[in-house]
């Protein structure tokens, strides 16, 4: 079996508003790698490349990686996967570059699944579990703490046993009042209290602070909310400086989670062993695609860490990120785009990925078990996002989103 074509499938989609009090990003795009062979069987994937122009990501998949691999025999995954990265080392180890390779990753396993006739968990070792336990990825908007806790009471009405608390929110005033370091530890930690009264304590919080808090700041929000018990503190500060991350861990007693912009199996070595975190979250579309991703579970296994699969893009990337879950010891739990949540990406695929009491049942169909539906692309056509206006602070100051 030998590689003939590397072609790219753009698709954009909005994403809902559950009410006027919850919202995830309005929209996403996503890049979806299809690789055809001399035979009948082809492979899909899907690459990271949120945020960046998708003109620029098709041309790095179809006239940097394509020439790479083509005319080779797509099983030899590891042989491939070298040779499209040190290929493109000269040229400098980009996220986007990564998010390609990623996808590309994806399709070849996808290939070999289809080819021998099994899920690609089979390939990894087999089966761990029979079910993935999700939490409900949703990012809200509003002040109003009550109407909030209303929807994670419906979060939990329809089955979900954990959820995302984005406590990184809006700037709430010109002069300031409530990005003040007391106003804004005490708002955030409002909110999680709020929540946590409103569900009880057969339900985990995720707090999303989105690497949005000072080193003093994280400290303070991480023990004040010690006492609602939620699962995990994700990116408190930004993850450049593994120390700061390592000084936070140290110092709070919720579990620290952290990862998801890493693009390199080293970077989770270097993280673990300054003990930064308790949970690693590789993106497989981001970091190496499934072949990357399994080094970094044996690695975090090593370390006592668990994983927890970041996962903002669309069914490719959840499926992939199954697959992996299935066949490891050391899962945590799984994120699942708050956008599923209203049934555009079963529109994507030709069998939707199921989700019954907390969980997502684990695809048994040959490859990564997803198809391209065949009218996807008319359904969510393609378009560039246009620019990511930068947050910015009362005085005027930048700040991440």
């Not at 809200?140 to 979900?160: C, P, S, W």
């Not at 069914?315 to 956008?339: H, K």
């Amino acid at each position: 079996m030998k590689i003939t074509a590397v072609k790219t499938i753009g698709l954009r989609w909005e994403c809902p508003v559950m009410s006027d009090a919850m919202s995830v990003c309005r929209a996403r795009q996503a890049l979806w790698i299809k690789i055809e062979t001399d035979t009948e069987i082809y492979g899909i994937g899907e690459a990271f490349c949120y945020g960046s122009p998708l003109v620029i990501a098709k041309h790095i998949v179809e006239d940097q990686l394509a020439p790479a691999i083509i005319g080779e025999d797509p099983e030899n995954i590891e042989l491939l996967w070298q040779r499209m990265y040190w290929r493109n080392v000269p040229n400098g180890r980009t996220g986007l570059v990564m998010g390609c390779i990623s996808g590309i990753d994806i399709a070849l396993w996808d290939i070999k699944g289809k080819a021998l006739g099994v899920p690609v968990y089979e390939l990894l070792g087999g089966k761990t579990r029979e079910k993935v336990r999700v939490y409900a990825s949703v990012m809200h908007l509003t002040e109003d703490n009550n109407e909030l806790a209303k929807q994670y009471q419906q979060l939990q009405e329809m089955g979900f046993t954990a959820a995302k608390i984005f406590c990184n929110g809006p700037v709430s005033a010109p002069d300031g009042k409530g990005e003040f370091y007391s106003s804004r530890i005490e708002r955030e930690v409002e909110k999680v209290r709020v929540c946590r009264e409103a569900v009880g304590n057969d339900f985990d919080f995720v707090l999303e602070v989105h690497r949005g808090m000072t080193l003093p700041e994280a400290v303070a929000f991480g023990r004040a909310v010690e006492p609602y018990r939620p699962m995990i503190l994700e990116d408190p500060v930004p993850p450049d400086n593994v120390d700061t991350m390592a000084e936070v861990a140290s110092k709070v007693g919720v579990p620290i989670a952290t990862g998801e912009r890493f693009i390199d199996l080293r970077e989770f070595e270097v993280l673990m062993a300054r003990h930064a975190c308790q949970y690693v979250r590789p993106d497989v579309c981001a970091v190496g695609g499934i072949t990357t991703s399994k080094k970094i579970c044996a690695l975090a296994e090593a370390h006592d860490v668990l994983v927890i699969p970041h996962n903002p893009l669309g069914p490719v990337s959840t499926a992939a990120c199954l697959q992996i879950c299935a066949s490891i010891p050391n899962l945590g739990i799984q994120e699942l785009p708050g956008f599923c949540l209203n049934g555009a990406e079963d529109k994507m695929v030709k069998e939707p990925l199921r989700f019954e009491n907390g969980c997502m049942l684990i695809p048994e169909a040959p490859g990564i078990g997803v198809e391209l539906a065949d009218d996807a692309e008319e359904l969510y056509p393609a378009n560039e996002r246009g620019s990511n206006a930068a947050r910015r602070a009362f005085d005027g100051s930048v700040k991440d989103w």
